[in-house]
């Protein structure tokens, strides 16, 4: 637990992402990770492709819904600030970023694009859209390097470690004087959260049975040919 946020006279670092927001964040990157590594039918890993993907969809659903109800810098809401965009493109330019306490107000731009990427990459999967799947896998992966440079750089330039942040959730109070602690997310936000995730499970294994087992990413495919997973899948554009 984060006893040093509340230890001492001066408080020493400010809550900033909630657990639940940074719990969906590390494993969204395991999920990906897997789904990436284990994407090519000659990999060892192939069992995993189906499987993993389908969480990485599953989290999208959370973080979703978590947008709307989430703790304070979790809320689509606090983050999503166009005005804001053009200050901090200028601050950028002069090298000079403002910390801030939640995401930036091109890291908000950020977030939407790799969640939308990942939920179209998911789905492209789950409809076997193969080219455009293939394509979009890929796309994903070199988004998420920009991704990964742009935390370093901004840590850099901000002098505040954003992956530490998002390990602890916590950032050092002394660079936010006029922050305090981020509003954190009620029993309703976990109940709301909880019912997205069961919800979308029950839905995933009405349509794939075996979405949380490990078989090939052909038995899938073999399995969508013969029907068996179609169950709530009005449009499949398969000709054959
Ligand atoms: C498959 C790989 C990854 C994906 C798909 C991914 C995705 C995301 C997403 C969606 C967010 C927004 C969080 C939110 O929902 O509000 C985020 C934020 C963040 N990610 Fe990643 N991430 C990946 C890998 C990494 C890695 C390897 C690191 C560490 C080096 C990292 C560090 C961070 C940090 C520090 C933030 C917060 C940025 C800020 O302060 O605004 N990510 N990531
Ligand atoms: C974010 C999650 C996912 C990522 C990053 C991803 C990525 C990829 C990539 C890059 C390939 C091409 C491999 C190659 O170069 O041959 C691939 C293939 C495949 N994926 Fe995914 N995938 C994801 C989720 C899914 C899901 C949810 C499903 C189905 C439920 C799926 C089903 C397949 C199948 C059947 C193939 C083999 C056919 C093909 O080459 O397109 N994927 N995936």
């Known amino acids: 637990m984060a006893s040093n946020a509340l230890s001492g006279p001066a408080r020493a670092r400010l809550r900033v992402w ?19 590594v284990s994407a090519e039918e000659e990999s060892a890993l192939n069992d995993w492709h189906i499987l993993s993907g389908w969480v990485a969809g599953l989290l999208v659903a959370f973080r979703l819904v978590w947008g709307f109800v989430g703790g304070e810098h979790s809320r689509f809401m606090t983050f999503v600030k166009p005005s804001a965009l053009a200050g901090h493109l200028r601050e950028l330019l002069h090298g000079r970023p403002e910390p801030t306490m939640g995401h930036n107000a091109l890291g908000a731009l950020s977030v939407l694009l790799l ?37 370093v750089v901004m840590s850099l330039l901000t002098r505040e470690n954003l992956v530490r942040a998002m390990v602890d959730g916590t950032k050092p109070a002394d660079r936010h004087p006029s922050a305090g602690d981020a509003r954190a997310p009620g029993p309703i936000a976990y109940l709301a959260a909880g019912l997205a995730i069961a ?36 449009d499949h554009d398969n000709e054959d």
């Open 18 to 36: 909630d657990l639940p927001l940074r719990l969906f964040h590390w494993l969204l990157v395991a999920a990906i990770a897997l789904a990436l």
């Open 115 to 151: 969640l939308a990427m990942v939920a179209t990459t998911v789905w492209t999967g789950v409809i076997l859209a193969e080219d455009v799947h293939e394509l979009l896998g890929w796309s994903l992966l070199a988004l998420v390097v920009i991704h990964i440079l742009a935390v």
């Open 199 to 234: 919800a979308g499970a029950w839905a995933v294994t009405r349509f794939d049975p075996r979405a949380f087992t490990l078989r090939s990413a052909e038995s899938y495919e073999h399995q969508s040919e013969r029907g068996a997973a179609t169950e709530g899948a009005e």
